[in-house]
Nanobody, 111 residues
């Protein structure tokens, strides 16, 4: 199993980023996929999740209305569209499938 995140970077408050997680080594369409994040000195927290078919999503209260999780089962990729970013969204963002984690991608929101 391999999960490779990309798309992180430095963005100003109010800006947008789209994270991608390319998956391989398992039957992607069968698995619930999720995004987590971990800020310095804090525990890792769930940001968003999506079912295998992509028909059900869930979000942390802190990102509802600003972030959107989606997936493309033909490309074995899950996405996290992040809009209206805030400094408190600064963290390393991780992709997760079952018990497997990606290496993370840094998102920094700062002026």
């Amino acid at each position: 199993v391999q999960l490779v995140e990309s798309g992180g970077g430095l963005v100003q408050p109010g800006g947008s980023l789209r994270l991608s997680c390319a998956a391989s080594g398992f039957t992607f369409r069968r698995y619930y996929m999720s995004w987590y994040r971990q800020a310095p000195g804090k525990e890792r927290e769930l940001v968003a999740g999506i079912t295998g078919a992509g028909d059900i999503t869930n979000y942390a209260d802190s990102v509802k209305g600003r972030f959107t999780i989606s997936r493309d089962n033909a490309k074995n990729t899950v996405y996290l569209q992040m809009n209206s970013l805030k400094p408190e969204d600064t963290a390393v963002y991780y992709c997760k499938a079952w018990d497997y984690w990606g290496q993370g991608t840094q998102v920094t929101v700062s002026s």
